[in-house]
């Protein structure tokens, strides 16, 4: 079955750095767009960046552009968020997600603390 598997979340202090990884299995990944979101306490799931199946084209959200960078290796089935200037108002839980199926991840907690 399809699975997502999200990792590389933690605690930063603002202004710092992470990068987010989603391992997928279970269906042909290298065909498929994949897409992050994330999800704050109290708010509603929101898109962050998606990228094409080959990787030629990517978007954003307004508030991470040039500063978050979703990419993709088809050889390991793995979508990664290289996110940098991190704020305090992005801590939520970010979400790898494979429209054509449907599918989520569990999600990796990201805080934003000094």
């Known amino acids: 079955q399809v699975q997502l598997v999200e990792s590389g979340g933690g605690l930063v202090q603002p202004g710092e750095s992470l990068r987010l990884s989603c391992a997928a299995s279970?269906?042909?990944?290298?065909?498929?767009?994949m897409y992050w979101y994330r999800q704050a306490p109290g708010k509603e799931r929101e898109l962050v960046a998606g990228i094409t199946s080959a990787g030629e084209r990517t978007n954003y959200a307004d508030s991470v552009k040039g500063r978050f960078t979703i990419s993709r290796d088809n050889s390991k089935n793995t979508v990664y968020l290289q996110m940098n200037s991190l704020k305090h108002e992005e801590t939520a839980k970010y979400y790898c997600?494979?429209?054509?199926?449907?599918?989520w991840g569990q999600g990796t907690q990201v805080t934003v603390s000094s």
């Open positions: 997600h494979a429209p054509r199926y449907g599918s």
């Open positions: 279970g269906f042909t990944f290298s065909r498929y767009a």
